[in-house]
């Protein structure tokens, strides 16, 4: 039972556009989210994070935003920098409970 | 700069030797530590969760025997791959938890030939 999933396994955008990564849950339960990016053979990089009280939380080029009756998360990158290609995964948590991830998308900025 | 380090980075070893990889949180205490596993262009597949001072809680499908788990100080835990076979060769990353959010190590390539 996948209960976070990204289904874009890939995207692609130009640089200096923004860049939206989606993810939906089906536990009602989660209370904490959080995006990572993810370089080849390095740990995960925690990049911003939002609690369910929330329905948006912005740091700097990132914004990720929360609809709890949807069930749905997404991460907004603007302007989008080459930098910026790498895997990025969302995470639930309920409570204090243990992670669960998504399976990833594969971001790719093109110059 | 790291708050969770892991180490080693990369390990080689041979098949049916044991191989020991460290979780460090190094500006907080963590009374739970989680330990992951990556396969070639897979998500992260979470093997157990790390308690202080008790049992290591195990995934299911995880076996407990094979991946030993010691969270002996609020701020070390240790996997201990025994008699490592090729097909435990994999991409194994820490992540621990402080009052904010949950940090990663940088992760450890172990290869078994």
């Known amino acids: 039972d996948q209960q976070v999933k990204q289904n874009s396994p890939s995207l692609s955008v130009q640089e200096g556009r923004i860049s939206i990564l989606n993810c939906d849950y089906t536990?009602?339960?989660?209370?904490?989210f959080l995006w990572y990016k993810k370089y080849p053979a390095e740990g995960p990089t925690f990049l911003i994070s939002i609690s369910s009280i929330k329905d948006k939380n912005e740091d700097g080029r990132f914004t990720v935003f929360l609809n709890k009756s949807a069930k749905h998360l997404s991460l907004h990158i603007v302007p989008s920098q080459p930098g910026d290609s790498a895997v990025y995964f969302c995470?639930?948590?309920?409570?204090?409970?243990?992670?669960?991830f998504g399976q990833g998308t594969r971001l790719t900025i093109n110059p | 700069g790291a708050v969770v380090s892991q180490h080693p980075s990369w390990v080689i070893c041979k098949s049916g030797t044991s191989v020991k990889i460290e979780c460090r949180s190094l500006?907080?205490?963590?009374?739970?530590m989680f330990w992951y596993r990556q396969f070639p262009k897979q998500s992260l597949m979470l093997m157990a969760t790390s308690n202080e001072g008790s049992k290591a809680t195990y995934e299911q499908g995880v076996e407990k025997d094979k991946f030993l788990i010691n969270h002996a100080s609020l701020t070390l835990s240790t996997l201990t791959v025994t008699s490592a076979h090729p097909e435990d060769s994999s991409f194994y990353i820490c992540?621990?938890?402080?009052?904010?959010?949950?940090?990663f190590g940088e992760g450890s390539w172990l290869t078994v030939v």
């Open positions: 992540s621990a938890r402080d009052p904010n959010t949950i940090y």
């Open positions: 995470a639930a948590s309920a409570g204090a409970q243990k992670l669960v």
């Open positions: 536990n009602s339960m989660f209370d904490y």
């Open positions: 500006d907080f205490q963590a009374t739970t």
